[in-house]
């Protein structure tokens, strides 16, 4: 019974997470909100709203009894698992650095707040994200354009046993991920338009490039 919550809960909650990141949600919310207000506090909101989705899903996720399919730890050396430890320890801290990329001051929205405790001007603004005129990726999202969902998979598929627990939860994960990257790229494109087209179309969406996606930095100095 406890799986099937879980299933519904985090179903009916993600769904909700992605539908509040949509360009079209964000339109109605301006609409209600108004323009400076939805500019300065809409994406902390949403941040705010985010995280409490995922500490839910996580919570019920953690009240779920382990049910181990395989352990291979009765397959492979100690060996093998020094090795694969170091590669999950290297994807956690992947991770963290595709999520520092993000610029996280204005991802979770503090940075439109002081833009208006500072009275700053919010014409920079599209919608309640700052937007160049072109799109410049960086660190890992020049080799691909969801690290974070790649190197969760290596994280979680490297696990010392196969249980239905994390099986579960990947297949729960890639199906939100799939819509929310969706949306995500769909906003990108619209914010962007042929700069981030041109990226989206040279640089695969989950594994990784061998060559990177080339930027302006990478032409030499005269």
């Known amino acids: ?19 509040l990141g949509t360009n079209s949600f964000k339109d109605k919310a301006l609409s209600v909100m108004g323009e400076k207000l939805f500019k300065s506090s809409y994406r902390f909101i949403y ?6 989705i995922y500490g839910v899903c996580l919570f019920l996720f953690t009240q779920l009894e382990t049910l181990v399919l395989v352990d291979w730890q009765d397959v492979f050396s100690n060996v093998i698992f020094l090795i694969l430890d170091t590669i999950r320890f290297l ?5 963290i650095e595709a999520l520092w990329e993000l610029d996280l001051y204005e991802f979770l ?5 002081w833009f208006f405790i500072t009275r700053k001007d919010f014409a920079e603004f599209k919608r309640n994200r700052l937007r160049d005129k072109a799109f410049e990726p960086k ?14 998979l290596v994280f979680f598929i490297l696990d010392r046993t196969l249980s239905l627990n994390n099986l579960l939860f990947l297949s729960i994960f890639y199906v939100y991920y799939h819509f929310n990257s969706k949306q995500q790229e769909q906003r990108l494109l619209e914010d962007y338009g042929d700069s981030y087209k041109t990226y989206h179309n040279k640089v695969r969406k989950y594994w ?15």
């Open 91 to 95: 994807a956690l801290f992947l991770i």
């Open 47 to 52: 941040s705010v709203v985010s995280i409490a």
């Open 139 to 152: 660190g890992l999202y020049l080799r691909h354009r969801q690290p974070v969902f790649f190197y969760l």
């Open 1 to 19: 019974m406890s799986y099937i919550i879980f299933v519904l809960v985090s179903a009916g909650l993600l769904s909700i997470q992605v539908v």
């Open 208 to 222: 990784p490039m061998w060559k990177r996606f080339p930027v302006a930095d990478d032409q030499p100095k005269k």
């Open 109 to 113: 929205g503090f940075k439109q707040i």
